[in-house]
């Protein structure tokens, strides 16, 4: 049940927290949900997914009544049931709910033995993003939700434990997933199909964007020629094959919004390179997170133009309208 005056767990108290803050939304990730799945999984019961996902949904609810329109539970759902999916969009947005969450790793198929896993940006999926346009909800990617995990012969080092392993894991290993995610939603068309659509990739760092945008870009022949100021040929790898009339940059500027981790990483340069693409996050209570987190951005953000500033904290509420 709630505390009542405690933040963690109770509304009225959440919303007076946020107020002393400064902080008008928060857009709630399930901490301990993996643990049920993880149960599940362990007792060869995987076919109960859409059933938790439905229940933490309901509970998550059932905990901010009355004040989901500060803070907003992310909707859990189920894509390998694409229309159970959409279904579980539609009856959560009506309940309050304004984002749902998406995995950084291909779809698996349960029970289909070896059928390769699908890309998210098959056609299956469309519906989805449809949707997701329709309802007004962003399609958010967390931490922890991709696989794309680092091969087991960097632990096979002459060691004797698993430290490099681990740092390699922890520090390298997480920017991955939403990079493969975000150049295959450019690539596949995905954000030119739906231009309504916005995607945010939480708690994963900002450091590794530039170098994305950069090398999207340049893998397509559209990096800007100002960037090449000796009139040297740059060959690319797939210029002729991709055929959308953005670069891929112009896409993800436009659609997507990345959270810094602003306990541990600075705002710039990042913020310098795509002050349009970043958005405030304080991931507060958890370890990575600070309740301080809105006066480390702002003496970062000190002398920032004060669209840009505003962009920051309020790009994403704009786009949906909060």
Not at 47 to 61: F, G, R
Not at 191 to 211: A, D, F, K, Y
Request: with cysteine; charged share 20%.
């Amino acid at each position: 049940g709630q505390l009542p005056g405690n933040p963690f767990c109770h509304a009225e108290a959440r919303v007076a927290e946020c107020d002393a803050q400064g902080i008008a939304i928060q857009f709630l990730n399930p901490s301990f949900l993996a643990s049920s799945h993880a149960q599940a999984a362990r007792v060869g019961r995987l076919d109960l997914a859409p059933q938790i996902k439905h229940a933490w949904n309901s509970w998550a609810m059932q905990l901010v009544h009355g004040y989901q329109h500060r803070l907003i539970p992310v909707t859990q759902i189920d894509l390998n049931n694409v229309p159970g999916a959409v279904n579980e969009m539609t009856r959560m947005r009506k309940l309050g709910s304004r984002a749902f969450s998406i995995g950084e790793a291909p779809v698996g198929v349960r029970g289909a033995g070896d059928q390769l896993a699908r890309s998210i940006t098959h056609p299956d999926f469309e519906p989805v993003w449809s949707a997701a346009e329709d309802l007004g909800m962003a399609a958010i990617c967390h931490v922890g939700f991709g696989r794309e995990r680092i091969q087991f012969g960097w632990a096979n080092n002459g060691a004797n434990d698993l430290t490099t392993y681990s740092l390699l894991s922890m520090a390298i290993a997480p920017s991955m997933p939403p990079q493969l995610l975000l150049g295959a939603l450019v690539f596949d068309g995905v954000l030119e199909r739906h231009p309504n659509l916005t995607i945010i990739v939480e708690e994963v760092g900002i450091s590794w964007l530039p170098h994305l945008l950069t090398v999207l870009d340049r893998a397509v022949g559209r990096l800007p020629l100002a960037e090449l100021t000796d009139s040297e040929f740059r060959p690319d790898y797939a210029g002729s094959a991709y055929t959308m009339p953005l670069a891929p940059s112009e896409y993800l500027k436009r659609q997507v919004r990345v959270t810094p981790l602003v306990a541990t990483e600075a705002l710039r340069p990042t913020l310098d390179h795509a002050p349009e693409m970043l958005c405030f996050s304080s991931d507060y209570p958890h370890v990575e997170g600070t309740s301080s987190a809105i006066s480390i951005c702002e003496r970062q953000l000190d002398g920032v133009d004060a669209t840009v500033r505003a962009g920051f904290y309020g790009g994403v509420g704009d786009r949906l309208r909060l």
